[in-house]
C-alpha cells in the first residue's frame, strides 16, 4: 500500500520556467510533508517542508504548497536551473514518526 | 565528519553470504533510520530507532533482515543469506529528535551488489 505516490516518474522543464512535481497521500493521520533532492550517487537531501497547519511555505526558489482536503501537495521551482536536475522525493509523517517517502520524479531542466 | 557516516560505502557479494553494513550517525543526534533504494524504485524504509525506545522493525522485509544499535549511536544493518534481490544502496539517516521539524539527514549510501 503506497501511502505517498508520485504519479509522474520524470518530468523535463527548459530552464527559466517552472518546474512543479506533485505528490499525493492516503493517510489523513500525516501532519508533516517534507520534499529531498537526490543527486546519482549521493544520499538524499532536505530541501523544504510544510506543516499541515499551513498550505504554502516558500523558500528562495522553491515553494511548496499542500492541499488538505485534495490529501496533495505540490513543490514549484522557479525559475528553473540546470542545477536542479535531480530526482526529488516526497515524504510524509505522522506525528514526527518515520517518513514515508514517495517513488520520486526524475527532474530535468534543459537549457 | 560533521555528516551520517556510511560504510562501506561499495559491496559486491556473493548469493548466501552475510553482509553487515554500519551507520555513523550525527553526533547528537537520537534518531536513526534504515532505509533502502532498489534500481527504479523509492525509498523503501527498513527500521527506526528512537533514543532507548524499542525499534520500529515494521519495514524489514524478512528475518534475513537485523539491525542494531549500540549505545544510542552506531547502528549496524545485518543481512544474513544475501539474495540477489538484496541488491540496492541503503541509506541510513539520522535526526536530533522525533517530531515535526526535525530534519532528517542521510548518509551517502552503502552500495550493495549480490551476485
Known amino acids: 500500500d503506497q501511502q505517498v505516490k508520485q504519479n509522474s516518474p520524470s518530468l523535463s522543464v527548459q530552464e527559466g520556467r517552472i518546474s512543479i512535481l506533485n505528490c499525493d497521500y492516503t493517510?489523513?493521520?500525516?501532519?508533516?510533508f517534507l520534499w529531498y533532492k537526490k543527486y546519482p550517487a549521493e544520499g538524499p537531501t532536505f530541501l523544504i517542508s510544510?506543516?499541515?497547519?499551513?498550505d504554502k511555505n516558500e523558500d528562495g526558489r522553491f515553494t511548496v504548497f499542500l492541499n488538505k482536503s485534495a490529501k496533495h501537495l505540490s513543490l514549484h521551482i522557479v525559475p528553473s536551473q540546470p542545477g536542479d536536475s535531480a530526482v526529488y522525493f516526497c515524504?510524509?509523517?505522522?506525528?514526527?514518526?518515520?517518513?514515508?517517502f514517495g517513488t520520486g520524479t526524475r527532474l530535468q531542466v534543459f537549457p | 565528519g560533521a555528516g551520517v557516516s556510511q560504510s562501506p560505502s561499495n559491496k559486491v557479494t556473493e548469493k548466501g553470504k552475510d553482509v553487515e553494513l554500519r551507520c555513523d550517525p550525527i553526533?547528537?543526534?537520537?534518531?536513526l533510520y534504515w532505509y533502502r533504494q532498489s534500481l527504479g524504485q523509492g525509498l523503501e524504509f527498513l527500521i527506526y530507532?528512537?533514543?532507548?525506545?524499542?525499534?520500529?522493525k515494521s519495514g524489514l522485509p524478512s528475518d534475513r533482515f537485523s539491525a542494531e544499535r549500540t549505545g544510542g549511536s552506531v547502528s549496524t544493518l545485518t543481512i544474513q543469506r544475501t539474495q540477489q534481490e538484496d541488491s540496492a544502496v541503503y541509506l541510513c539517516a539520522s535526526s536530533f529528535d522525533r517530531g515535526p521539524g526535525n530534519t532528517i539527514y542521510f548518509g551517502e549510501g552503502s552500495w550493495l551488489t549480490v551476485v
Open positions: 510544510i506543516s499541515s497547519i499551513k
Open positions: 553526533s547528537g543526534h537520537t534518531a
Open positions: 530507532f528512537q533514543g532507548n525506545s524499542a525499534p520500529d
Open positions: 493517510n489523513s493521520m500525516f501532519d508533516y
Open positions: 515524504a510524509a509523517t505522522p506525528f514526527g514518526d518515520k517518513l514515508i
